[in-house]
C-alpha cells in the first residue's frame, strides 16, 4: 500500500467532513451572509460551536458588532446561491444579496435575523467574544440559544 504525502496547507481538506452552512446576519439595516465551510460543534450543555471567519468578511464585521447571527444548513440544489454569495462581497458589491439569488425572511421569535429561504435548519447564535481567538485565529465562539 502506497502512503500519499500531502501539502499541509491541504490537511483541511481531510478533516472538513460536517456541513457548509451560510451565516447570516443584520446590524443597523445592513444584512449580509456568506457560506461558511469552517465550523464545529464545541460543546453540548450549552451548546457552543467555533466557526473560521476570514477578518476580510464583511459579515463578519456586521456579527461582530450584532453579536447575533444565524448559521443555516442549506440543500445541494441552493449550490449556486451558495456560489454567489461565497465569491463576492457586498463591501464591493452592494446589491451581493439580490445577485446572489438568496431569500431571506425573518420571524419574530428569531430576533429579526435573516433567515435562508429553502434551508432545512437553522440555528439561532449568540457571540462569546473572544478577541484573543478572534484576531489570532480568526476564530468566533458562539453559544446556540
Ligand atoms: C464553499 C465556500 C466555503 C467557504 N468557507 C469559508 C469559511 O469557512 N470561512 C471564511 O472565512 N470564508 C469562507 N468562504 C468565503 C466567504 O464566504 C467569502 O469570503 C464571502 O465572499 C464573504 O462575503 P462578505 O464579505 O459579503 O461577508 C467560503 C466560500 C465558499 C464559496
Known amino acids: 500500500m502506497a502512503i500519499l504525502s500531502i501539502d499541509p496547507?491541504?490537511?483541511?481538506?481531510?478533516?472538513?467532513?460536517?456541513p457548509l452552512v451560510v451565516v447570516s446576519t443584520t446590524y443597523q439595516g445592513i444584512t449580509n451572509a456568506m457560506p461558511l465551510?469552517?465550523?464545529c460543534p464545541m460543546g453540548y450543555n450549552p451548546?457552543?460551536?467555533?466557526?473560521?471567519m476570514n477578518r476580510g468578511a464583511y459579515t463578519r464585521a456586521l456579527v461582530e458588532k450584532s453579536g447575533i447571527f444565524?448559521?443555516?444548513?442549506?440543500?445541494?440544489?441552493?449550490?449556486?446561491i451558495i456560489m454567489n454569495l461565497g465569491t463576492?462581497?457586498?463591501?464591493?458589491?452592494?446589491?451581493?444579496?439580490?445577485d446572489s439569488g438568496v431569500e431571506l425572511f425573518?420571524?419574530?421569535e428569531a430576533l429579526g435575523l435573516p433567515m435562508m429561504q429553502g434551508a432545512v435548519a437553522w440555528l439561532q447564535c449568540r457571540l462569546i467574544p473572544d478577541q484573543y481567538l478572534e484576531e489570532h485565529s480568526n476564530m468566533l465562539i458562539a453559544r446556540v440559544e
Open 106 to 108: 425573518t420571524v419574530e
Open 47 to 52: 451548546a457552543t460551536i467555533s466557526l473560521v
Open 88 to 98: 463576492q462581497s457586498l463591501a464591493d458589491n452592494p446589491n451581493k444579496l439580490a
Open 37 to 39: 465551510a469552517w465550523i
Open 9 to 18: 496547507d491541504r490537511a483541511a481538506r481531510l478533516l472538513n467532513i460536517g
Open 70 to 80: 444565524m448559521v443555516q444548513v442549506p440543500v445541494v440544489e441552493q449550490i449556486d
